[in-house]
T-cell receptor
């Protein structure tokens, strides 16, 4: 099956610093990747849709200048949390859509990145 | 969210069968997914239904009725490791998934 990796799996940083999270599709080309955030005991919240070679589409209420997304290739998308604050502490998960394969353009998820901002 | 409803929590016994229901808004429907998510982990794909009927995959089966806006996930021969949240999601526009809030399944010995 399709495999998506995410790095790092866990990061602790000081308030005010920036953190970059990488999402890679390992055995398929993903023209579309998605970034989610999940707080404890809550459902997934879509932050943005990342399309290769174009600007990301952000969901309402998500600050695009704070959460920078770059989808530079068909296998890599990055999310940078700029000037992180404690309220940004969350579980960040990416997914990649496998076009023309799987079932119905299934999204496959990376293992997630747990961000803790002190 | 967005008119996808599933129970918040269910409890079942090891070895038994459990059915998790999901209802959704039928307009613009073009596919429904089920994912499993263990605590602290990312979701993993279980099934996809776009036509009416039952899709069986080992111990897990998923059913869809498009006219009723209804799906269920059936888990047989429950094992302790099946304790997780089960997420129902429909395919939206632009390949997004519209998620239900998830059903936390608790398996008791």
């Amino acid at each position: 099956g399709a495999v998506v990796s995410q790095h790092p799996s866990r990061v602790i940083c000081k308030s005010g610093t920036s953190v970059k999270i990488e999402c890679r599709s390992l055995d398929f080309q993903a023209t579309t990747m998605f970034w989610y955030r999940q707080f404890p005991k809550q459902s997934l919240m879509l932050m943005a849709t990342s399309n290769e070679g174009s600007k990301a589409t952000y969901e309402q209420g998500v600050e695009k200048d704070k959460f920078l997304i770059n989808h530079a290739s068909l296998t890599l998308s990055t999310l940078t949390v700029t000037s992180a604050h404690p309220e940004d502490s969350s579980f960040y998960i990416c997914s990649a859509r496998e076009p023309w394969g799987g079932a119905g353009d299934t999204q496959y998820f990376g293992p997630g990145t747990r961000l803790t901002v002190l | 969210g967005q008119n996808i409803d599933q129970p918040t929590e269910m409890t079942a016994t090891e070895g038994a069968i459990v059915q998790i229901n999901c209802t959704y808004q039928t307009s613009g429907f073009n596919g429904l997914f089920w994912y499993q998510q263990h605590a602290g982990e990312a979701p993993t794909f279980l099934s996809y239904n776009v036509l009416d009927g039952l899709e069986e995959k080992g111990r897990f089966s998923s059913f869809l009725s498009r006219s009723k806006g209804y799906s269920y996930l059936l888990l047989k021969e429950l094992q302790m490791k099946d304790s997780a949240s089960y997420l129902c999601a429909r395919k939206g526009s632009n390949y997004q998934l519209i998620w239900g809030a998830g059903t936390k399944l608790i398996i008791k010995p």
